[in-house]
């Protein structure tokens, strides 16, 4: 058994938390799971080139870290399908968990301590697998199963906190008659790593912090994956062509340029015929004009009659040193403030100015959303995907 822990040499974590789950945040340990990704890949660097190793992801989070380990590795990416077993009532705690190949684990201490009746472990069971089912038959061409009969296996996901779902894909893949199995995470409780370390040949993680609190905690933007983005990265990684993203949201939107303090922000503005009413995107990162996931929701919204406003809430020059420092993304100050000079400047269209106004914030976006909002009564709705509303602090 092999594995590097939070203390590996090869590259110490960032200690993002004070002491204990309630002190502040310093930090994200990463800005997205592409980001994270990357860094997962760095310490998985010996396998680069091994013809025995496949790369499987688990659905849908961990498909984009995966992906930035296959294609580090040089190694062919697919996807293993996992289902959590929620609690009835607080699906997000982990009972046990379902994988390909019949495989089922279980957490006793979970289902005694809550005394749910067996009868409702298979309910639930019963379900997860429905759902198994549907997503191997949606990620798999005729639900064809990656080969990895004797391979190196690298099991991916996003983060860890109990373990259930990652043992139940080793417990499938150790079925499969795979060589060796190899887990690998950006972040997982140090009780995982343990566990993981046991039952795995190998485990791998960039950090363990204690106490570890929730995955998401861990990322500055933790959007969810959809099953389109599954597909996508798949077909990306193993040669099948993709689609072309659109430079705009829509046909119809027009490049802008906003006046914001002694700077020019860019952005595409969609106004359908007849709007009723128009979304303003902020994301922390600044790259809301840019976002395959903001132009596609964009260009879903204007079929619909809403017009739409993309822009980057940092220029160019800025985007180059929060790329280098990470700083300016955390400044929510000044992205509400750019946020609310473009609702300003909204106002004095006469194809914007009548419509009702939302707000869809991402990533350190959603708090800047929060933040202009307390400032501006007129806007009517606040949208936060994976964000982190949290750090708008007492403006909640």
Same mark, same amino acid.
């Given at each position: 058994?092999?594995?590097?822990?939070?203390?590996?040499?090869?590259?110490?974590?960032?200690?993002?938390?004070?002491?204990?789950?309630?002190?502040?945040?310093?930090?994200?340990?990463?800005?997205?799971?592409?980001?994270?990704?990357?860094?997962?890949?760095?310490?998985?660097?010996?396998?680069?080139?091994?013809?025995?190793?496949?790369?499987?992801?688990?659905?849908?989070?961990?498909?984009?870290?995966?992906?930035?380990?296959?294609?580090?590795?040089?190694?062919?990416?697919? #996807?293993? #399908?996992?289902?959590?077993?929620?609690?009835?009532?607080?699906?997000?705690?982990?009972?046990?968990? /379902?994988?390909?190949?019949?495989?089922? /684990?279980?957490?006793?201490?979970?289902?005694?301590?809550?005394?749910?009746?067996?009868?409702? #472990?298979?309910?639930?069971?019963?379900?997860?697998?429905?759902?198994?089912?549907?997503?191997?038959?949606?990620?798999?061409?005729?639900? /064809?199963?990656?080969?990895?009969?004797?391979?190196?296996?690298?099991?991916?996901?996003?983060?860890?906190?109990?373990?259930?779902?990652?043992?139940?894909?080793?417990?499938?893949?150790?079925?499969?008659?795979?060589?060796?199995?190899?887990?690998?995470?950006?972040?997982?409780?140090?009780?995982?790593?343990?566990?993981?370390?046991?039952?795995?040949?190998?485990?791998?993680? #960039?950090?363990?912090?204690?106490?570890?609190?929730?995955?998401?905690?861990?990322?500055?933007?933790?959007?969810?994956?959809?099953?389109?983005?599954?597909?996508?990265?798949?077909?990306?990684?193993?040669?099948?062509?993709?689609?072309?993203?659109?430079?705009?949201?829509?046909?119809?939107?027009?490049?802008?340029?906003?006046?914001?303090?002694?700077?020019?922000?860019?952005?595409?503005?969609?106004?359908?015929?007849?709007?009723?009413?128009?979304?303003?995107?902020?994301?922390?990162?600044?790259?809301?004009?840019?976002?395959?996931?903001?132009?596609?929701?964009?260009?879903?919204?204007?079929?619909?009659?809403?017009?739409?406003?993309?822009?980057?809430?940092?220029?160019?020059?800025?985007?180059?040193?929060?790329? /280098?420092?990470?700083?300016?993304?955390?400044?929510?100050?000044?992205?509400?403030?750019?946020?609310?000079?473009?609702?300003?400047?909204?106002?004095?269209?006469?194809?914007?100015?009548?419509?009702?106004?939302?707000?869809?914030?991402?990533?350190?976006?959603?708090?800047?959303?929060?933040?202009?909002?307390?400032?501006?009564?007129?806007?009517?709705?606040?949208?936060?995907?994976?964000?982190?509303?949290?750090?708008?602090?007492?403006?909640?």
């Amino acid at each position: 058994m092999i594995h590097h822990s939070a203390e590996s040499d090869e590259a110490p974590p960032v200690n993002t938390l004070d002491e204990g789950w309630g002190s502040p945040m310093l930090s994200p340990l990463f800005h997205d799971r592409t980001d994270a990704g990357r860094q997962l890949a760095r310490r998985l660097m010996n396998l680069a080139g091994n013809p025995d190793v496949v790369v499987l992801g688990l659905p849908r989070g961990g498909l984009p870290v995966a992906y930035e380990v296959a294609a580090a590795l040089r190694a062919p990416l697919d #996807v293993f #399908v996992v289902r959590k077993l929620g609690v009835p009532g607080h699906e997000e705690f982990a009972m046990g968990a /379902v994988a390909t190949g019949g495989v089922r /684990v279980l957490n006793p201490a979970v289902i005694s301590g809550l005394d749910i009746s067996p009868q409702l #472990v298979e309910e639930v069971t019963r379900h997860e697998r429905q759902e198994l089912e549907r997503r191997t038959l949606a990620y798999h061409v005729d639900g /064809v199963l990656p080969v990895i009969r004797g391979a190196t296996v690298v099991l991916v996901d996003d983060g860890i906190a109990t373990g259930a779902t990652m043992q139940a894909a080793v417990a499938a893949i150790r079925q499969m008659n795979a060589g060796a199995v190899v887990v690998a995470a950006p972040v997982m409780s140090r009780d995982a790593l343990r566990d993981l370390s046991s039952i795995s040949d190998r485990c791998e993680c #960039v950090a363990a912090p204690e106490p570890f609190g929730s995955v998401g905690a861990y990322y500055a933007d933790f959007s969810q994956t959809s099953d389109a983005e599954v597909r996508r990265l798949l077909q990306a990684r193993n040669g099948s062509a993709v689609p072309a993203v659109p430079a705009t949201a829509s046909a119809n939107a027009s490049p802008v340029r906003i006046p914001a303090s002694g700077v020019e922000l860019h952005g595409d503005l969609a106004v359908p015929a007849g709007a009723k009413g128009i979304v303003v995107f902020a994301h922390g990162s600044g790259s809301s004009r840019r976002s395959p996931r903001n132009r596609q929701v964009a260009a879903s919204l204007n079929e619909r009659g809403f017009a739409t406003l993309l822009f980057d809430l940092l220029t160019e020059q800025e985007e180059h040193i929060d790329r /280098v420092s990470g700083a300016l993304r955390f400044d929510v100050m000044l992205l509400a403030s750019r946020l609310a000079q473009a609702t300003e400047w909204l106002s004095r269209r006469t194809d914007t100015r009548a419509l009702p106004l939302g707000y869809f914030g991402a990533s350190t976006g959603a708090a800047a959303a929060l933040v202009a909002d307390a400032g501006d009564p007129d806007v009517g709705a606040i949208v936060s995907r994976g964000g982190r509303p949290d750090l708008a602090n007492e403006f909640l």
